[in-house]
């Protein structure tokens, strides 16, 4: 049997399993988004979202501040150099989500009406929905991905099993409570799953600044603009084509775009992976990136072809009669994904790489041009112009993802060339040199 053809399953086996719990994780927000809506109706919901959206504030944090940099940083290293990083980490995590909890908590007495209801009903639940979040990306990182989609699967079971419980006591505390066993479930397994002793906070914190915040402080910035970004095209969008047209968009881009499934699940596995390949060869993890940018746009052309084929129908017959009007939006919609998919893996190198200041420019860059578009061809087009102007920003995106990992990649291959060389020019000096017996010779 061809050797490449041998290996194939091994090298696709991680980012099967991706899929898998990437699939069980997203179901589970999504169940949550449904149960609150038929339980609690349009008001209901819209509390729950915003208490849902500083949770994903907090994760995308974390993620930028921790648990991204981390995996970039171990992932090539030995077993026993990597156990006592990952029990750092868990020091951070376990920190940093009580810090995050006791803000959104204050936060929901502070703030009056729904806002604070929203962020009251979820804080309870914050942190071991964080802790949950932190395991999954240490099991990817282990090679241990059945284990991931495993802890995932634990908090869609305990969903599932709660949720008619939450149905009959029809509040919004028991929707999200639902929601959140499931995430205490994920958090309690994972310590299990992975056996981790912790390490003193101080230890941990001091390990943070030196190791982690030169890398974590561009990811957390590059978040941060990622969150403004979203809120004020929100803000714009909302004044320029309305409420309505905003609602039909969302829910467009929730049945025509992929990605927010696809991505999350290559980049769990595939992160360490080119981080592993990276040590070994910069050659190798461009390559790696390339394959990667290629099953993720592979992927999101059979699903946006799909779409296309059954005409938008989906969107009316997921969210009702008056969604009609937005069911042509899966062009635009699609050929968003499918030009974002090309930086895909290449954005992946560079976090590899470490190039956070690059893939700061990058957000900033295409935040701009995303702003921009938007919003001009939303007061040209109304919301089919708004939906490619979502293209224009993700297309400036990969054009600059593309750039700046050729260029990362062409010095690396540079350091790589010399560090050979100097190599090869210390075992010339050593085979050329005299030993000590023909120097003591007469």
Request: with cysteine.
């Amino acid at each position: 049997m061809i050797p490449w053809l041998r290996s194939w399953p091994a090298r696709t086996e991680g980012y099967i399993w991706g899929l898998i719990d990437q699939g069980f994780s997203s179901a589970t927000n999504f169940a949550l988004l449904v149960l609150a809506g038929r339980a609690l109706g349009a008001q209901g919901l819209g509390i729950v979202v915003i208490g849902i959206t500083a949770y994903l504030l907090a994760l995308g944090l974390q993620g930028g501040l921790l648990t991204t940099p981390l995996v970039a940083s171990t992932a090539a290293l030995g077993k026993e150099r990597r156990s006592p990083e990952i029990s750092r980490g868990l020091a951070i995590v376990l920190g940093g989500a009580l810090v995050a909890t006791l803000v959104l908590l204050v936060a929901g007495l502070a703030v009056p009406g729904h806002a604070g209801r929203g962020f009251l009903i979820v804080s309870p639940w914050l942190f071991p929905a964080l802790v949950q979040d932190f395991w999954r990306s240490m099991l990817f990182q282990e090679r241990l991905a059945k284990r991931a989609a495993a802890n995932d699967a634990s908090w869609a079971v305990v969903m599932t099993i709660t949720a008619p419980f939450a149905w009959w006591i029809g509040t919004d505390w028991a929707i999200v409570g639902c929601w959140g066993l499931g995430a205490l479930a994920g958090a309690a397994l994972g310590f299990g799953q992975l056996q981790v002793r912790l390490t003193p906070p101080w230890t941990a914190l001091s390990w943070w600044r030196a190791t982690l915040w030169p890398f974590g402080r561009w990811l957390g910035l590059d978040r941060v603009v990622y969150s403004l970004t979203s809120s004020t095209t929100l803000f714009v969008l909302n004044g320029l084509i309305g409420a309505t047209a905003v609602g039909g968009l969302r829910a467009a881009q929730s049945v025509f775009a992929p990605l927010s499934l696809i991505v999350p699940a290559i980049n769990l596995p595939g992160l360490p992976a080119t981080a592993r390949a990276l040590a070994l060869s910069v050659r190798d993890a461009m390559r790696l990136s390339a394959r990667l940018t290629g099953a993720v746009t592979m992927l999101a052309l059979l699903y946006v072809g799909a779409m296309l084929f059954l005409g938008g129908r989906v969107v009316p017959y997921l969210f009702g009669a008056s969604f009609q009007p937005f069911k042509h939006l899966a062009v635009p919609i699609g050929v968003w994904q499918l030009v974002t998919a090309a930086g895909t893996g290449f954005a992946i190198f560079l976090t590899a790489q470490k190039r956070g200041r690059d893939l700061l420019v990058i957000r900033v860059s295409s935040a701009i041009v995303a702003t921009t578009s938007i919003s001009l061809l939303a007061w040209t087009h109304g919301v089919t112009g708004a939906a490619w102007g979502y293209t224009v920003g993700s297309g400036t995106a990969s054009a600059l993802t593309l750039l700046y990992a050729h260029r990362a990649y062409k010095r690396g291959l540079r350091v790589e060339r010399a560090r050979i060389g100097s190599l090869r020019d210390s075992a010339e000096e050593s085979v050329l040199a005299p030993s000590s017996w023909e120097t003591r010779s007469p």
